[in-house]
Every structure is written in structure tokens, then in C-alpha cells.
């Protein structure tokens, strides 16, 4: 199953009701999680800091917090909360979210980390901007303290919008074979108007990735906040259930072949049929034998002539009949 994260970040401009609002479209589009971003300005900004007076419009307190976490609760869609400083952290913990993302603005912030691993039952945690010295350092420290069970790990930059070339997914690879990661994500920022906003996500689908997340506008035309790499609700709703519809692409290995496959065998599959007329107790050659699709397949015919060549008829064989077990001794 997938995880796709409907991602509202700091687009709800302090608002209650926008933020649910943003809650019903996530849910009505096929997101199964809806995340926002709580961050209190003097807390992680300095005043003159160009996002300063947009992360300032938007705080709200524990008592708003609440009636969108319930809101969401109530529609049944995860609740999830992108927290950065001890001041968000304060208000998650009481909130009790589904789960927490730590966002690469917090990546070196180890006691947030550490009250956040120890607070929530699932922790996101961005890896974009950060190299693989300083990945191996965090997820040995994980290993190590029994934590990479609550973890998963978000790739994926936002450079407003990130470029297709510049995406990289080379290194996501990377790291979920160096590091045999099941729990990665890809957080896709590619231009929400291009040709790419939905096969980027494919291809990592592809990759091996099963969790996703992807930003919401209620209309690009709105130039609102995160809006250039963002999906209007009916975009997000084709977003989702390509994602899901691929996923059903992939399938599961098993060694046997699947129904399908068995119904397309039964009607692509050629039999051993005879040539010419066989006698009885006549050796079969290749010379005797010819690969034809049967009017009707059956397993009691031949289709491997290494099952057969070499074999002694039993009886005689007309010309152009299929060769059945029972035909050779």
C-alpha cells in the first residue's frame, strides 16, 4: 500500500478553516496523510529573514491546532505535522499526531531528533541537502539505538520549482541499495504545471519508493504560498490514483506464473505437433516434428521438444496431430 502525503506546509496562512478545507481535499483526492508545518518565527528566524513575517502570520496556538487535528480525525485522514524548535515540538507532543516530519532545516538539531524519536510513533525525517557523511552518522545512530523502525527518510528538495534534471534520483537509489532502505520516501517538488508532475513520481514508484509527498494549492492561479510545485485538488486526485494503478502494475514476485499470465501462456504458447506420419517404434527426430498453437491448449500436450526428441512412438502418429504422452513410450 502506499503512503501518499498531501503536503500543505505553511499554505494554510493561520487559518483554521483553510486548513480544513485543505483536510477535505486531501481526503477527497486520494491522499491517505495531510501534513502542515508549525513553526514559530522568533524560534527559528531571524527577524529580517525573508520568511519571517509569513511564518509570523501563520502561528496559531495549541487550541486551533486541536480543532484541525480533530477535523482531520474525523474525516479520517492521518494527521501529520512538520515541527521545527522545541516550541512546535511542545505542541505536537500534546497533540499527538500520527506522525512528526523533521524537516533538513532541523536535520543538526539532535535533541529535537532525539525528543522526537522518543515522543512519536512514526518520525520523517528530510535527507535532501545532506550528505551521505553525515547520513551515515544518523542512520548508525539509529541502527544503534533500535530507532529505524519508526523512521522513514524523505528525499527530495525544494528549489521552488526543483528542475527535472537537477532531481537526482540516482542518489536515492543509492542509498536504499547501500543502506537496504525499505523506509524511503520520495518528497516531489518538480513543477506543478509541467509534463513531469506526474511521472516523476512514477519512475521513483519504480525505484522501489512506496512513500510519497507532494504539495497542494487550491489553484496555482492564486500564486499562494508553495504554489509552483504544487497540484491543484483535481491534478492531486489524477496524482493519486495514477500512483495507486502503477503500484498494481508492479505486483508481487512469486515463481509461478500468475493467472494472467497463465490465461496468456494457454494462448500464445505452441505445442509439438507431428510433421509427417510417425510408425510405431520410430525414433522421433526434429525432422518428425513441428511447433504449432493449438485450437485448444492443453497441458497433455508437448511444447519442449527436449521432452521428446529422442523418444520411441508407442503407436502410429498421422501427419499434423498433436503429440501426446500417450503417443510415445
Known sequence: MLNIICEIANGYYGSVAISKSYIEYAKK???????FQIAYAEEMLEEKDKIFKIIKKNEMNFTQWKKIRDYARLIKIKFYLDIDGIQAFDIAKALKPDGIKIHTTS????????????TFKKVYISISGVNEIEFDTLYRYLKKNNKLNKVVFLYGHQNAPTKIEDTNLSRLINLKNKYNLSNIGFMDHVDGSSIYKYSLSILALGLGVRCFEKHLTKSRSLKLIDHISALEPNEFKIYSSTLNAHLKSIGAYNKKLTKSEQRYRKNAITVIYSKNNIKKNQRITYKDITHKRPLKYSNKYFYDPANLIGKIAS?????????KPRYIK
Do not use: H, M, Y
Not at 483526492?29 to 501534513?35: L, Q
Open 107 to 118: 536535520f543538526f538539531d539532535k535533541r529535537l531528533i532525539k525528543k522526537s524519536l522518543d
Open 29 to 35: 483526492n486520494g491522499a491517505n496523510a495531510v501534513k
Open 315 to 323: 503407436c502410429d502418429i498421422l501427419e499434423n496431430q498433436p503429440i
